[in-house]
Structures are given as structure tokens and as C-alpha cells.
């Protein structure tokens, strides 16, 4: 372990990836999986049944939250804090570079025919409201982000809720462990989230927050948007679900289907859906001339949450825009990225390089990733895909938009995973969700596929700090 001192980004310290609480609950799991499994079936299944009781679910489906937690201390809770709420600061210059630097643009082809809707930023700071990093703790120690989540990001309510939730379960796996779900903001306060939304209205408007709508678009992404709307209605705000398709752009702003004036929305939108279609035009008119406040702003749901944001950070052409200091906590915390693409760059030890033939040579280093996609879509691990198969990725790579990313090697935990009743050793991550430029809390998924998501034979770990 390396220390370092100062206050700057640059001086976050490494810290170890497991603690020994982390360790202690991963031995007892083997010794009551050899020896008392019915215990932490038992224990497994009041959790699962308190956790649909308390109206959890993906959409349609059993939340999947693991009795296992994943115990970390408070200098690797600390250490994911500070990380993530620099990566914050950090959007916000690459929104503005997206706003004036066309090479920039350039990396987000799929947006070319929006940049007049995207590029009217509104004035407040963080851009981003509300996001959710994902990451891994690196081979050295530090934490990376590999995604950044900033449209409309899952588990900003029902996680904190499945904490505390967890919290009160007899388990059998954490006896004698002091655990504290708490020190999360979202675990201790489930409605923190709906705070920050009528905080940010406050903030952008100065006035007090009445009406509000969920938006989605040809009903797709409903998940937890039951829980967003009841939390709005508790602080004393009109809110509901609506689709862009019944939403009017009128004179005195953006309305629903019964007339009322939407004075904010919160987008659950999968961008590739508004891209070509004609019914959102209205929507995004009223968005980017902030007739509505928007959380987040389509420069988040858009640029700030493609993939291809983290070559903006890593990509030595824009280097100059960035400080020494927040040049070297990149280096440290954000993967090598690039928009996928003929032509010359420098690879992760800064030598030039032609990036097709790069691709092509260094498969177990790298990842291919959709730009724009959401929930592991087409997502292909090199070292895990066989050589005609990633032969072909690279050609649908190249004529889509996708990045290349430097592979960052998960860790393993062992588990139960309640969708097949079974204990498995599973890779696993880390992600921060961020609210107003401020920790809000953590998730952990574990997956027995190699891309990590619920929607994916995933789980939940809850986070517990020691």
C-alpha cells in the first residue's frame, strides 16, 4: 500500500481492495456452505421476501440482493468518495470542451444532427446532478471508472432502501462484525435523491418546486420510477409518469396531457430512442431552452453518459485542457479509452500507434464496448472471446460507434445468488452514485457473466462499511 500526502486529486492514496471484515464474512460463507447451508438459505430467503415486501423490483422481477454483503473500511470508502466526486468536476470540463472543440464532437458522431439542443449548457455547477461511476479497484490499488452513468442511472432509491433493508436481517454471515449501512447517505436517508431534485430546481431556478414528471419514452425503462414518483408526491410535489409522446411545447412551457405546466422532469430515456424520432423534437426544444428544468441536462444524457467521454479524458490531443495535477489522477483513475477508428493514436504507455491494427494485436488487453449502448449490450471482453469472433467485433466496431478500453481485471467474492439458489465465486465492482457532486452512496454487483449487470444473471451485494 502507497501513501501520499496533499489535498489535491493527484493525492488520493491506494488502499486494499478487501478488508478483513470482507474476509472474515467470505470464510464464514465457506464453512456454513459446507457445514450449516439450510442457515443462510433460511436467512437468504427472509431477505428476499422482506425485499419484495418492501415493494422492490426490476422491472417485473425479484430484486436480486445477495445476504453476503461486501464489507469495506473506511479508507477504501473514503478513497471511492474522493474519486468520485473529482470525476465529477472533471465532466464539467469535458462538457465544455464537447461545447467549443469540434475534434471533440467528432467523438460522438451519433449526436452530430443534436449539438443545438446539447450544447445550450445550462449555467449551474455540477452539470451532472445525478450519476451513477462504475468501477473496479485496479491491480494497483486505485480505483477505475469504466462507466459513467449520467442518464437516468438505476438503484438511486431502491438500493439505499435494500440496505437498510438488509440491515435488519438476522444473518448469520455477519455475527459479531460491527457493519454500518448508514454512513451511505441513501441508506440512511432512502429520499435523499428526491432532495436533490428539488434541490437542483432550486438551484436553477430559485423558486420552490410544485410539479414534476418522470419521462420515458414508447414505455420503456419503468424500473423504480414507481418509487421517484411516490418520493416527489411525499415532499408535496405534483408528480407522475409520462411518455415525451404526451408532452406538448406550448407558450407558457412544456405540458401534459391534461394542460399542467411540468416545471421539472427526470429523464428514464435510452438515448438511442430519441435520436431519430420525430415526437421528441418538441421535448428537447423545451429542454435545452430550460422552459424545463431537466435533471440531467441532455448534455449528461447524452455526451457526459457515452462511453466515448472517457477518450475525452484520456486522449493526449486534449491533454492541454487539463491541469497537471488532474492529468495525473486520470493516469491513476480513468482507463485508457478510444472512439474505435482507422487512423493514429497513442496507446496506455503514450507510444503512436495506427488503432485498428492495435485492437487487432492486443485482444486480451482490451475491451469493446457500444458507445451508447446500456446494460452490457454487445459488450466483448478480449481475453474472454475467441480470435474470430473479436475479428468480427472490430468490423462492426468500426463502422458503429464504439470504444476500445484498456481490460481492468475484476476482483472475485463469493456469494449466494439467489436467481439460481446456488453460491458461486463471481467477478465483481464497485460503483458510486453521486448526488449534487456529492456522495450519495454504493452498489456492488456481482455477475457469473463476465459483464456485470442485474439485468444479466447479475446480483446485489450490499455495501456495509467497517
Known sequence: MTTQTGSGPAALATVPAIS?????????LCELANCDSASIWEAQDELSSAIAAAGMHFEGRAYPVSLRPLAIDSGLANHLRATAEVVIKLLDVAAELYCCNEDVQDLFPSYKHMRHWITCVPRHRPIVRICRLD?????????????TNTGGPGGVIQNGIAAKVWSRITNPLTYGLSLDVGKQPFAKDPNCFVRELVSAYRVATAGELRTAAVVN?????TNEVDWIVKGLREVGVKAALLDISTMKRTPRGLVGSDGELIELVYNKIDVRDMIQSIECRGYLDACSAEEVVSINPLI??????????????????????????????IARHIPWTRLVRPGLT???????????????????????????????????????????VWEEHIDRAARNPYVVQV????????????PSRSIKKMPYGIDCYVFGGRLAGFQSRASCDAVMNVGRSGILLPVAID
Open 20 to 28: 478483513e471484515a470482507d474476509a472474515q464474512i467470505e470464510r464464514r
Open 135 to 147: 468501477g473496479l479497484i485496479g491491480e494497483d490499488g486505485y480505483y477505475k471508472i469504466i462507466e
Open 217 to 221: 419514452f414508447r414505455g420503456r425503462y
Open 300 to 329: 449528461s444524457e447524452l455526451v457526459l453518459s457515452d462511453k466515448a467521454v472517457l477518450a475525452v479524458l484520456t486522449d493526449d490531443r486534449f491533454s492541454s485542457n487539463f491541469n497537471a495535477e488532474q492529468m495525473e489522477f
Open 346 to 388: 497513442t496507446d496506455p504507455e503514450r507510444r503512436r500507434i495506427e488503432l485498428i491494427g492495435y485492437i487487432r494485436e492486443n485482444k486480451a488487453k482490451l475491451v469493446l464496448k457500444p458507445s451508447n449502448a446500456t446494460r452490457g449490450e454487445h459488450v466483448m471482453v478480449g481475453r474472454l472471446t475467441s480470435s474470430k
Open 407 to 418: 481490460y481492468v481485471r475484476p476482483g472475485d467474492v463469493r456469494a449466494l445468488h439467489p
